[in-house]
């Protein structure tokens, strides 16, 4: 981050308004970003490489249809402080004009990598990068998942649409989670629950076993909390899938590419995840390696079909830091 963003934001933290700059400035910065070059596409919209006074910033333009996530994703990063270095830094949303249609904007840090989706398209990683890679979600996913007492708190937050195309890669090989236009936030001190006014779920390939079901508790936080840890091992088998052992890593494929169409529907996804109670195959060159199968132990720790049985992100983050240490021993031994 930019000297300059850095003390826009310094400055907006002691405004009371959540991890955001001031609404006015906010608006003053989207009238002054040229847009370069799109660089992804999706069902919900475009993003673009935009520059703001010499610096590259990220500009996710919603579609009209999808104006209720752009809204949702608005008011989490204005009213919570979300500034971690594993959540994608939030700069400013605004409602523009462009040739005569209404835009809705959402402005970013820029990672040139771009999404762990891309990324993983491109390059195999060695055992350190996936380490790096599943660390740094996992970081993110501990500050979003757990509640902060006091003046500078925030709300517990559960992602509910985690997957490798919401994950971004950072210059450093360490990640940062985006997209937070599906989330649910939850406060103790009233106990509420905040699902949003978002219709829209998640994506259907990484939907857990009680999405598909039917069977989730619409008004437990904790539910909502178990989904995204459900996702995160699909992402974890989508890295691991793609590192080096013994000088072999498979290409990227996504969760359950063996088994679904590529654009699943909810009945494929439910046929095979609940009836079958499928999960993505381990290849067996991960259990000659002990950081690959560790990581094994740990994704199917992810998948169990009770949603209470699964771990926790600060278990998952703290089992993730033991295997890193074990790795750094084993090199320092070699």
Known sequence: MTSL????????CTSGSGSGLPFLVQ????RQITLLECVGKGRYGEVWRGQWQGENVAVKIFSSRDEKSWFRESEIYNTVLLRHENILGFIASDMTSRNSSTQLWLITHYHENGSLYDYLQRNTVDTVVCLNFALSIANGLVHLHNEIFGTEGKPAIAHRDLKSKNILVKKNLHCCIADLGLAVMHSQTNNQL??????KVGTKRYMAPEILEESIQVDCFDAYKRVDIWAFGLVLWEVTRTTFSNGIAEEYKPPFYDLVPNDPSFEDMRKIVCVEQQRPNIPNRWFSDPTLSALAKLMKECWYQNPSARLTALRIKKT???ICNSLEKVKMDC
């Open 5 to 12: 963003f850095r003390d826009l934001l310094d400055h907006s």
């Open 27 to 30: 608006r003053t910065v989207a």
């Open 194 to 199: 905040d699902v949003g006014n978002n219709p």
């Open 320 to 322: 993730l830091g033991k």
